[in-house]
């Protein structure tokens, strides 16, 4: 499934062609250039390696700066990888860019959701809490987590406090609503994971 790799710069909405507002999630997608493409011979699988964005090369490692020394001057801010059944049509260093999605077919989106930090029961898992008058005294805590002489101890896999967010999250079957191949942005219909500026990876839905 080839993709790319993006930014994702925020929320708006748009008029479709009978007059209806639609939501839509702005995401910069590209333009993304091949660093290595990899097949079943050399590496087991067939693959495209691309890099997205620019970082100074002084900010770059070695070991990385050798990797990309195919790609003269491409100092990309991260790197990742599509499988394809087929890649003998690519080569390194080429540009790939949002003319390949269409409006109107679906895609999947990957980002990393907004951290929030250590929570409680109530953020965390949407437990309802306990009564808010009568004099309650356990308006946001978990209850009982186990028993008390046998086991003697809290049952694995108990929802529980804890960090919460800032991880990967996938949304599949969301719409193109729109493509700007001039500013290299994609519109999709609803919301997608992470924060504004956050890096987002869209793939072509099969």
Request: aromatic share 6%; net charge positive; proline share 5%.
């Given at each position: 499934?080839?993709?790319?790799?993006?930014?994702?710069l925020?929320?708006?909405?748009?008029?479709?062609?009978?007059?209806m507002?639609?939501?839509?999630?702005?995401?910069?997608?590209g333009?993304?250039?091949?660093?290595?493409?990899k097949?079943?011979?050399?590496?087991?699988?067939?693959?495209?390696?691309?890099?997205f964005?620019?970082?100074?090369?002084?900010?770059?490692?070695?070991?990385?700066?050798?990797?990309?020394?195919?790609?003269?001057?491409?100092?990309?801010?991260?790197?990742g990888?599509?499988?394809?059944d087929d890649?003998?049509?690519?080569?390194v260093?080429?540009?790939?860019?949002?003319?390949?999605?269409?409006?109107?077919?679906p895609?999947v989106?990957?980002g990393?959701?907004?951290?929030?930090?250590f929570?409680?029961?109530?953020?965390?898992?949407?437990?309802?809490g306990?009564d808010?008058?009568?004099?309650?005294?356990?308006?946001?805590?978990?209850?009982?987590v186990?028993?008390?002489s046998?086991?003697?101890r809290?049952?694995?896999?108990?929802?529980?406090?804890g960090?919460?967010?800032?991880?990967?999250?996938?949304?599949?079957?969301l719409?193109v609503?729109k493509?700007d191949?001039?500013?290299?942005?994609?519109f999709?219909?609803?919301?997608?994971?992470g924060?504004?500026?956050?890096?987002?990876?869209v793939?072509k839905?099969?």
């Amino acid at each position: 499934m080839l993709g790319l790799i993006g930014k994702k710069l925020g929320m708006t909405l748009i008029f479709d062609e009978h007059g209806m507002v639609v939501p839509v999630t702005v995401i910069q997608a590209g333009p993304c250039r091949v660093t290595q493409i990899k097949t079943v011979k050399k590496d087991g699988y067939n693959a495209l390696q691309v890099g997205f964005g620019h970082r100074k090369e002084k900010n770059l490692t070695k070991p990385v700066l050798g990797h990309l020394a195919k790609v003269k001057g491409f100092c990309p801010e991260t790197l990742g990888e599509f499988r394809l059944d087929d890649v003998s049509s690519y080569e390194v260093g080429q540009e790939i860019k949002v003319e390949i999605f269409t409006p109107g077919e679906p895609v999947v989106v990957r980002g990393i959701t907004k951290g929030r930090g250590f929570q409680g029961v109530v953020k965390r898992h949407r437990f309802a809490g306990g009564d808010e008058g009568h004099g309650c005294d356990s308006k946001r805590v978990p209850g009982s987590v186990g028993s008390s002489s046998d086991p003697s101890r809290v049952w694995k896999n108990m929802r529980l406090p804890g960090h919460f967010g800032n991880t990967a999250q996938k949304v599949r079957n969301l719409k193109v609503a729109k493509v700007d191949s001039e500013h290299s942005y994609l519109f999709v219909k609803g919301a997608v994971p992470g924060a504004s500026s956050g890096l987002v990876t869209v793939w072509k839905k099969k």
